[in-house]
Each structure stands twice: as structure tokens, then as C-alpha cells.
């Protein structure tokens, strides 16, 4: 949800004209940068693998599903308005995916939310992280199929540039050009 506990516009427009949508982006990437860890996702693959009733056992493929429809919880009502706010976190949840399934070059980092490596020079690739990309692919094709749904009903012409903005940034991530 936004977080309007931390939108005081008396408090806000004292310190500074604009940013509080560009800070609060940066705090709610930084959380799913951490909930998209390489390592608690590789953790989620293994956990389940071992587990002696795999069914029981909260899965990778259970976070990014709960991930989803946390963040993209407006495509569940008849007629979706998404803010501001909430549009900053959709795309970086998508962003976010996207430089998962396909990280970007070295010198094209910059510029990005915190918990992402930055000049740290080439890296391994994270155990599991085929079976990782092949979820992240899954969640983007089933986001892209409710975003289809959502978009002729949105309630706001700014939700419905969000939405096709979005299936078009997902089209680029599973269908590069290159």
C-alpha cells in the first residue's frame, strides 16, 4: 500500500518542492531488492528440494506468486486506479525482474536502486540461477496476461499508460531485440 504515513504534504513541501515520490521509490526497491536476493531466492529453490513434503513447503515459485499480487494488488478490482506511488513500485518490480533474468552490462548501472552490484567487476552466476530465471519468466508472462485484462478496464487514463507501459517493458525483457 502507499505509504501515507509518510506523505505530509505540510512537512514535505517545507524541505523541498519535489522527490518524496522518488525517495519513497527508493526505499520500496530497496525491499524488493532484498526479497529478490540471489541467495534467499537460491535458499527458497533448495529449501523446498530437501524438504521431506515438497507440497508443504513455502517455495520460490509461493514468494514471487504472494510478490506479485502484493504489488500489483489494484489489477484485482473492477476498475484499477493505481498513484503515483504505487505506479514507482510496479516498475521497479518489473525493472527489477528484468536485470534478474537479464542483468545489464557493466557500464550501464548507473543510475540504480540500492542492492544492486555496481563495479564490482564480472560475477558468477547465482547457484540455481536457471531454475530462478525460468520463475521470474513464468511471473512476467501471468503479469503480462492480467495486465491485458486490466488495462481495457482501468479506471484513469494515467492507470492505463501504466499498465500498457508495463506489457511493453515486459515484452522488451522476454523478447529482446538484439
Known amino acids: 500500500q502507499t505509504p501515507t504515513f509518510l506523505i505530509d504534504q505540510s512537512i514535505l513541501r517545507r524541505i523541498e518542492s519535489v522527490g518524496e515520490i522518488n525517495r519513497i521509490e527508493r526505499a520500496q526497491a530497496s525491499v524488493l531488492s532484498g526479497l529478490l ?58 525493472t527489477q525482474i528484468g536485470d534478474k533474468i537479464k542483468p545489464p552490462k ?36 501471468d503479469l503480462d496476461k492480467e495486465l491485458a485484462s486490466a488495462s481495457d478496464k482501468a479506471g484513469d487514463r494515467e492507470t492505463r499508460l501504466h499498465l500498457e507501459g508495463v506489457r511493453a517493458q515486459i515484452k522488451e525483457i522476454l523478447e529482446p531485440k538484439e
Open 106 to 141: 557493466e557500464n550501464d548501472q548507473q543510475g540504480q536502486f540500492p542492492g544492486f552490484p555496481q563495479g564490482r567487476g564480472p560475477q558468477a552466476p547465482p547457484p540455481n540461477s536457471g531454475e530462478i530465471k525460468n520463475m521470474l519468466r513464468g511471473e512476467l508472462r
Open 37 to 94: 536476493n540471489d541467495a534467499r531466492m537460491s535458499r527458497l529453490v533448495e529449501y523446498q528440494a530437501m524438504a521431506a513434503d515438497q507440497d508443504a513447503a513455502y517455495s520460490l515459485g509461493d514468494m514471487l506468486v504472494d510478490l506479485r499480487k502484493s504489488v500489483w494488488s489494484e489489477l484485482g478490482s473492477g476498475s484499477p486506479k493505481i498513484d503515483a506511488y504505487r505506479r514507482a513500485l510496479q516498475r521497479a518490480y518489473v
